[in-house]
């Protein structure tokens, strides 16, 4: 089994105009939300073996408040990742080798939302479960997907995947506050 982590960036800040949408920065609500989502996923024993992140700063800062991981994983800043749609994360997702166990792709909405239902297939438009009605109901900034993945990497499609968890930064106790 394989596992795919999908990371929507965390909140960004808007109050800025000099910046562009690529140099927009997280907020500290974001970066506060990035850094929980670190300890959730270190608590979950979630460590990707290799990362793929959109160029724009929001997502490279929430991969930053990531680290330290305990096993460095292979970073891969993918420009055509920026604003991408479900199509052509799904091809960056095909393009993965196939010795990799563990993929985490750091983007944007909506392309990651439509990414996940994509993956879900019917579970999404089926949500029985918690997590799966909780996802088709939207994906907000700095939550994280875990799907299964039984295939290769190259065969990875429309509901191929298997959900097993949806957080939201709402979820964690530090968020809480």
């Known amino acids: 089994m394989r596992q795919l982590l999908l990371l929507r960036h965390a909140k960004s800040s808007h109050d800025d105009p000099r910046f562009s949408d690529h140099e927009r920065p ?9 850094l929980a989502m670190r300890a959730a996923m270190r608590d979950l024993g979630l460590a990707p073996d290799i990362v793929l992140v959109s160029t724009a700063r929001r997502t490279l800062e929430t991969l930053e408040a990531l680290e330290p991981w305990d096993e460095t994983p292979l970073v891969e800043p993918m420009d055509q990742l920026y604003l991408a749609e479900s199509p052509q994360l799904l091809q960056a997702l095909r393009e993965v080798p196939e010795t990799a166990r563990s993929v985490m792709l750091v983007g944007h909405n909506p392309g990651m939302h439509d990414l996940a239902l994509h993956l879900a297939g019917d579970e999404a438009t089926k949500p029985i479960r918690p997590h799966a009605r909780r996802l088709s109901e939207g994906f907000p900034a700095g939550s994280l997907v875990e799907f299964s993945v039984a295939g290769r990497w190259n065969d990875i499609g429309r509901g191929t995947a298997r959900l097993i968890r949806f957080l939201c930064p709402k979820d964690l106790p530090e968020m809480a506050a």
Not at 26 to 34: D, K, P, S, W, Y
Request: glycine content about 12%; hydrophobic content about 35%; proline content about 0%.
């Open 26 to 34: 997280l907020n500290e609500r974001g970066r506060r939300a990035a």
